[in-house]
């Protein structure tokens, strides 16, 4: 039965990486895209009504997918954080956690961090250079 656990754990977690790369390739592209549309609208220098709306549209399409993404990889972490524990309070009821080194629990925290810090500038930088080209 412990080696069923396991198993699925251990699935989960592998579930739970691959939403979280999910998450993390399309807010990358997305902003990427975003950025060039973005800028190539805001840089006109006769912008008509139609452009202005395009670029609202986008700005607003930008704050909602990072949101979301950012929200998928916090509930990601979340349960990362919680199949980690599970496993290793299984591996100290067997007598194994020595084989585990139970720092790489806070190395996965950090790394959503990171994840979350890109993600973020990306966003940014997708809503500013347009913007200051637009103003400016």
Known sequence: MLERLHEHVISEL???????????VVAVVFNLIALGIN???ASNDFPSTSEDIVLA???????LVN???ILGLYVGRMTRTKLLAGLVAMYQDNQIDKYYDQSLVLNYSR???LFGAIILVLA???LVVPLTLRVL
């Open 67 to 69: 949101t979301i993404a």
């Open 57 to 63: 549209a986008f700005i607003v399409m930008t704050v």
């Open 124 to 126: 940014l930088t997708a």
């Open 111 to 113: 790394r959503y961090v």
């Open 39 to 41: 800028s190539a609208i």
């Open 14 to 24: 592998n579930q739970s990486s691959r939403t979280d790369t999910i998450f993390v």
